[in-house]
């Protein structure tokens, strides 16, 4: 596990030596300041962009190196929006360069309609990275058409290179359009068709709690690695009477045999997954992973999980996996008995395992009431803060595990949402 300041660094280190390298070999000489400032813009944009492709590729060892996936789709929708922003003022400020000499040859900088090809694909990729990016942030899209409207990042960066061909820049343009088809191929045939999984078939389905299912996958070769907290991305395809939806989807592994075999806690939130309530034995999928680290590398200190609805999937794996070694409060928050997951067995380990004092709460539909279900300062402190669960409720616990005086770096989660 890397240590946390390289966990927080690496990635902002990656995007501005990616933003610098081209700036740094288009400084202009001799240009008026505005001008000069254009072409910076431009340069930059360009660089942070392609950081943000690196940071969109799905691969186990790049992930571990960069302090996991959700530290790496944060930081790949971030450097997608300064880059945007970046890259509109590159026109802005060539515009302003030519406004004292003439407002006309300002327009006319500005223009898709006065400058040939140059400028219309210039113009072009900004408006499909700025399409692209509001999708991003359409969350009520159905996943399969926000997959595909994402894609229109890609689309506009390749334009965006176009532009600069017109412009009769081929140096270094030609290698940094080889390098985004690259990186743009390497996503689409690796992860998203799936070269980069492994086969798998469903040994059993096994419904848990209302609108949950637990599905067994069997390894039909090699199994992948992984450990107890980690989460796979899974795609189901179909057979055996199953239509599978073929989405890879993460999901966070419950279970892990011996034999490689795996477990993961299915919950019906979308589309896809509520189709795989009804999976059936013997369909084949492709598993990819594992990814993450949330509970890894967890010092012999006592220990406060707290989980929301399925997010007490990695706490089962890890209780799965043998008795705890230090001690650990975990407080459970469902909204009612009917839809807890694994309740009953973690009430059988809690029985089984002196160090582990399980506190599960119906909180029905309204948001939990922290104050009263959190310990208070002096029961937190010298504690590792881990919480895993819907992104308002591990907000909301953050900020009250803050204000009781817990630093952020004691604080662990993790965000499973990749949109």
Not at 182 to 203: E, H, K
Not at 328 to 351: G, K, P, V
Not at 384 to 400: D, F
């Amino acid at each position: 596990m890397l240590s946390p300041a390289r966990n927080r660094l690496t990635i902002p280190l990656l995007l501005l030596a990616s933003t610098a390298a081209p700036v740094f070999w288009a400084l202009p000489e001799d240009l008026p300041p505005l001008r000069s400032l254009g072409i910076i813009l431009g340069w930059a944009g360009c660089g942070m962009l392609f950081g943000s492709l690196l940071l969109m590729l799905r691969e186990t060892w790049l992930s571990h190196w960069l302090g996991g996936l959700a530290a790496m789709y944060r930081w790949h929708h971030r450097a997608g929006v300064i880059a945007y922003v970046v890259l509109l003022a590159h026109p802005l400020a060539l515009a302003a360069d030519a406004l004292p000499a003439s407002p006309a040859l300002a327009w006319q900088t500005l223009s898709p309609f006065a400058n040939g090809w140059a400028v219309r694909l210039g113009w072009l990729s900004l408006l499909l990275l700025m399409f692209g990016l509001a999708a991003t942030f359409a969350s009520r899209i159905p996943y399969r058409i926000w997959r595909w409207l994402h894609a229109a990042l890609g689309i506009g960066v390749v334009l965006g290179l176009g532009h600069l061909l017109q412009l009769g820049i081929d140096e270094p343009v030609l290698p940094l359009l080889a390098l985004a088809v690259l990186l743009l191929g390497w996503r689409f045939i690796r992860d998203d068709a799936g070269l980069a999984a492994r086969p798998y078939i469903v040994r059993s389905a096994t419904p848990i709690a209302d609108g949950v299912v637990e599905i067994s996958l069997r390894p039909l070769a090699q199994p992948i690695a992984a450990d107890a907290g980690q989460f796979v991305v899974v795609a189901f395809h179909s057979g055996a009477g199953f239509r599978g939806c073929g989405q890879f989807h993460p999901f966070t592994i419950s279970s892990i045999a011996g034999d490689g075999e795996i477990r993961i806690g299915v919950k019906a939130l979308g589309d896809c997954t509520r189709h795989l309530q009804s999976i059936a034995t013997g369909v084949p999928a492709r598993v990819h992973g594992a990814f993450g680290h949330f509970l890894a590398g967890r010092p012999t200190t006592a220990q406060l999980w707290l989980a929301g609805g399925i997010g007490v999937t990695p706490f089962v794996a890890l209780l799965r996996g043998g008795p705890l070694h230090q001690p650990t409060t975990l407080i459970y928050l469902y909204r009612s008995e009917t839809d807890a997951a694994y309740l009953h067995e973690l009430q059988t380990l809690a029985a089984a395992d002196r160090l582990l004092s399980l506190q599960a709460y119906a909180t029905g539909e309204e948001p939990p009431e922290l104050a009263s279900l959190l310990p208070a300062s002096h029961d937190l402190s010298n504690r590792e803060c881990h919480v895993c669960g819907p992104p308002a409720m591990v907000a909301a616990v953050r900020k009250a595990l803050c204000q009781r005086g817990i630093t952020t770096r004691h604080i662990h989660f993790e965000n499973f949402d990749f949109r």
